[in-house]
């Protein structure tokens, strides 16, 4: 929101959500980081 000559002003926007295919891309990205963060958590612990 904002005001523009005395009138106060909304600016909406319409979002979509992620497609499947995304979805797999992204799970299967988060998926190998934690399997990184864990053999590296188990490194330092040694």
Do not use: P
Not at 2 to 31: I, M, N, P, T, W
């Amino acid at each position: 929101m904002y005001f523009k000559e005395g009138k106060a002003k909304v600016e909406l926007a319409v979002g979509k959500g992620k497609q499947a295919h995304d979805k797999r891309e992204s799970l299967k990205k988060a998926d190998a980081r934690r399997d990184i963060d864990r053999v590296l958590a188990s490194r330092r612990k040694r």
